[in-house]
């Protein structure tokens, strides 16, 4: 299972960024995938968004309304496009994946993280 993130930069308040990620190994078919993120000198942050196999979606508060997870079944690719971006948001992004399943009980939490991309909103 691979998860390789892509597209993070340097970016303006109120300025949009678009995330790829390419996962490898399972299918988003039957795994929810979303992105998590860790703020420099914070602990990761809960699930950010999320897509579910159903094809479902889910946001936190953070970020609803500003960010909007996407993905293509047919090439494994799930992106995730940021815009209003805030100072707030930056941190590294992280691509996750919930491969034990735990979203078709209700748990919403990935087990499977990629090697993250670094986003940077300046003031």
């Known amino acids: 299972v691979q998860l390789v993130e892509s597209g993070g930069g340097l970016v303006q308040t109120g300025g949009s960024l678009r995330l790829t990620c390419a996962a490898s190994?399972?299918?988003?078919?039957?795994?929810?995938i979303g992105w998590v993120r860790q703020a420099p000198g914070k602990e990761r942050e809960g699930v950010l968004c999320?897509?579910?196999?159903?094809?479902?979606?889910y946001y936190s508060d953070s970020v609803k309304g500003r960010f909007t997870i996407s993905k293509n079944n047919a090439n494994n690719t799930v992106y995730l496009q940021m815009s209003d971006l805030k100072p707030e948001d930056t941190a590294v992004y992280y691509c996750a994946a919930d491969l034990l399943g735990r979203a078709q009980i209700g748990v919403l939490a990935f087990d499977h993280y990629g090697q993250g991309t670094q986003v940077t909103v300046s003031s």
């Open positions: 999320a897509s579910l196999s159903d094809g479902g979606t």
């Open positions: 190994g399972f299918s988003f078919e039957e795994h929810a």
